[in-house]
């Protein structure tokens, strides 16, 4: 039996009340009835595919989600994050490796240098995403984002214009039909152009509905290819968007079943996220995003937090996105580091905590099935050598697996008890421990004992004192440092007093390493404020990292350094080891 389409339409239109047909399989049903399969239509990068979803041994029919990452547009919006070409470039090669299938590059008509920023991206950023650029619905923008991404192998261009009332009313001081009929004129153009055009209807949260229809329907019939619906102002709440969406989403699809419906939330009361995740659920094929969550005021819903979700709750979404997600943490650093703009640490997915167990009760059950606490795997999104980090608060049970790799055999229960105060004892005093910590613990402790197997071992490197001289002109940095029974002390003259410490430091260790990120907090307030200083260091091609915490930043910085110098050594030893049994 074979349908018009505005049959289906009809009879789709008497089904619309059945709230158990989610657009998805609406969406089936008008293939089934006069459509081709969806899979059939791929004739662009980015048009709606399914695939199939693995959850244990069952494969479930999916919807890809198409992923627009805009944190060289929207992302760069933050006050003091502009980026420079070069950066630009390497945020977009990354976003790439990341496979996002668009990458909104810039606001071309802006400056010369975004302009610039966005035709580099274009022509450079081959055999992967899609390009696009924003334009108002103004000719001059639409040109100038044709002549930026019009090298791209697949180029799109982004129109955006105001729906709501306040936008026509305030902003744009037209009548309704008039900015209408301006968006529809500005799609017209852009299709002389291209063949593929995004339109966005700005403030379409706050937009009364039935004009936000006619808009979106008349921006389709002009040739649009993709439709966005911005909560420029975040405002939505995720049922009410859901059902939104849902209601768009039918009608658009009933329409022209090619279309894409496009999401791009913002965050300013935290539901960016579920905003974005509640439109997946009721039909929307495309949803906007950044790293890390930044963009204007309290940025954008955060592509990490939304692809982790997708992924972790294919069941519940029957969707899934491209997104190679162990490259997300890299990319988040990445973006991080040039824009200066640190992830607060309880950040979902690309905080330093997001997989940093402290609490007792949860290192416990941790240790005992990570399904427990953990049903995210850190190794999932790139994070790799997640360290238990131990606090006073972890307990016997933590402390005792923590310990274990430094100890030989097993501790009698009173030798145990001694070790656990000695952690305690040290824990409140340095409020964190790490590995080489325990690893001084393990020393201490067998050093007092005849069967000593630490006697004549290699011995880690450990801070005795320091002197650093801040000026303009030669600041410079003077170490003691211990290690074993012997005493090093060496000064150098660095960029300045950091400079001057690592440099001290190196003379004395002789590692051949790189600082890759040196990032200082401060974690208290008041008089005695702890600063934390956490490092990234490569040797030979493999990361180590180094936390310390101290009320003197120089003195936190120095055995920050030392301590990820030392997890090169523990992790050598523990190869030679393993190399020899
Ligand atoms: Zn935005």
Redesign the pocket.
């Known amino acids: 039996m074979v349908l018009a389409v505005e049959q289906a339409g009809s009879l789709l239109n008497q089904l619309e009340w059945y709230h158990e047909f989610t657009p998805v399989s609406i969406y089936i049903e008008t293939g089934f009835f006069s459509c081709p399969p969806p899979a059939a239509d791929n004739d662009s990068p980015y048009r709606n595919q399914t695939g199939y979803l693995k959850k244990g041994d069952m494969r479930i029919m999916g919807r890809k989600i198409v992923v627009l990452d805009?944190t060289l547009r929207?992302g760069e919006q933050v006050p003091g994050a502009k980026l420079n070409l070069q950066e630009k470039l390497r945020i977009a090669q990354q976003l790439k490796t990341l496979k996002v299938d668009i990458i909104e590059a810039g606001f071309p008509i802006s400056s010369q240098g975004d302009f610039e920023a966005v035709r580099r991206i274009a022509k450079e950023v081959v055999d992967g995403p899609v390009i696009t650029a924003l334009a108002r619905a103004v000719k001059a923008d639409i040109d100038a984002v044709y002549e930026s991404v019009k090298e791209a192998q697949k180029p799109l261009i982004h129109i955006v214009l105001g729906v709501s009332d306040s936008h026509i009313q305030a902003k744009l001081r037209k009548s309704k039909e008039a900015i209408m009929q301006m968006g529809v004129d500005a799609v017209k153009y852009a299709k002389t152009l291209l063949p593929e055009v995004q339109y966005s209807t700005e403030d379409a949260t706050r937009a009364d509905f039935e004009y936000l229809w006619q808009t979106i329907e008349a921006a389709v019939k002009a040739g649009a290819t993709i439709i966005n619906v911005?909560d420029?102002v975040g405002y939505a709440v995720p049922e009410e968007f859901g059902e939104l969406i849902r209601k768009l989403n039918y009608r658009l699809k009933n329409t022209n079943d090619k279309v894409l419906l496009s999401v791009?939330c913002?965050n300013d009361t935290g539901l960016a996220t579920a905003n974005t995740l509640a439109a997946v659920k009721n039909g929307a094929d495309k949803v906007?995003c950044t790293l890390n969550g930044i963009?204007?005021r309290a940025g954008?819903a955060a592509l990490e937090e939304v692809v982790v979700g997708i992924r972790l709750r294919a069941d519940y979404y029957g969707a899934y996105t491209n997104i190679a997600t162990r490259e997300i943490k890299a990319t988040s650093t990445l973006v991080s580091n040039l824009m200066g703009l640190e992830v607060q640490v309880n950040k979902a997915v690309t905080g330093d905590n997001a997989f940093a167990h402290s609490s007792g009760i949860h290192q416990d059950g941790l240790l005992k099935d990570r399904g427990t606490y953990e049903i995210l795997r850190p190794e999932d999104v790139g994070v790799e050598n997640m360290e238990l980090i131990l606090t006073a608060r972890s307990g016997r049970h933590a402390f005792k697996s923590a310990i274990a790799p430094f100890l030989h055999g097993q501790p009698s229960e009173a030798d145990f008890e001694q070790l656990f105060a000695r952690f305690l004892e040290l824990a409140d005093m340095k409020k964190e421990i790490y590995n080489h910590d325990l690893y001084h613990i393990a020393e201490a402790y067998y050093a007092a004992r005849e069967d000593n197997p630490y006697a004549g071992a290699e011995s880690l490197y450990e801070l005795q004192t320091l002197q650093v001289v801040s000026n303009d002109i030669f600041p410079s940095a003077s170490v003691k440092i211990r290690c074993g029974n012997q005493i090093f002390k060496d000064s150098a003259v660095g960029d300045g007093p950091i400079d001057a410490l690592y440099k001290a430091i190196n003379q004395v260790v002789k590692l051949d390493v790189q600082l890759l990120e040196y990032k200082i907090s401060s974690i208290s307030k008041g008089n005695e404020a702890l600063g934390r200083v956490h490092l990234k260091i490569s040797h030979n091609g493999v990361i180590h990292s180094g936390k310390a915490v101290d009320t003197d930043i120089i003195k936190a910085s120095a055995e920050a350094y030392l301590s990820a110098l030392n997890q090169v050594l523990l992790e050598s030893w523990k190869a030679e080891r393993s190399a020899v049994q």
């Open positions: 805009t929207d911005p420029t791009h913002h906007e963009g204007e954008n």
